[in-house]
C-alpha cells in the first residue's frame, strides 16, 4: 500500500497553479532522474541506495497519479485547502502612478461593425 506524502506539488517541485503541461514536464523529468535505469551509482550501500531511490520513484508515480485527473486533483487541492497546509500564492502587484494631466478612466475609439 503506498502513502501519500502531505504536498504532492512539492513531489513535483510544482506550484499548485501548474498547467496540465507543467504537471507532464515535471512528472518526466522526476522519473528520469530517479529511476533505476538511468540513476548513477551513488555513494553508500547499494542496497539503501536502491530503497530511497525505488521511494522517490513511488512517490513520483503516486503524485502524478493524483494530479494528472482534475477530478482528483480538485478533491486533493480542496482537502489540502481546508487542512490549512495550503502555501499561500505570492502575487506581484503593478500600481502606475496617474499623471495629474491623466483622466481616471482611458476609452479607446469606439468601433461600429457591419
Known sequence: MRTTPTDLYAVLGLTPDATPAQLRHAYRAMLRQHHPDTRGAGPGPA??????????????????????????????????????????????????????????IQAGPVRWHS
Open 47 to 104: 542496497a539503501d541506495a536502491a530503497d530511497l531511490a525505488d521511494q522517490a520513484v513511488q512517490q513520483v508515480m503516486t503524485a502524478y497519479e493524483v494530479l494528472r485527473d482534475p477530478a482528483r486533483r480538485a478533491a486533493y487541492d480542496q482537502l489540502r485547502t481546508s487542512s490549512g497546509s495550503a502555501v499561500p500564492v505570492k502575487v506581484r502587484v503593478h500600481r502606475a502612478s496617474p499623471t495629474p494631466d491623466d483622466p481616471p
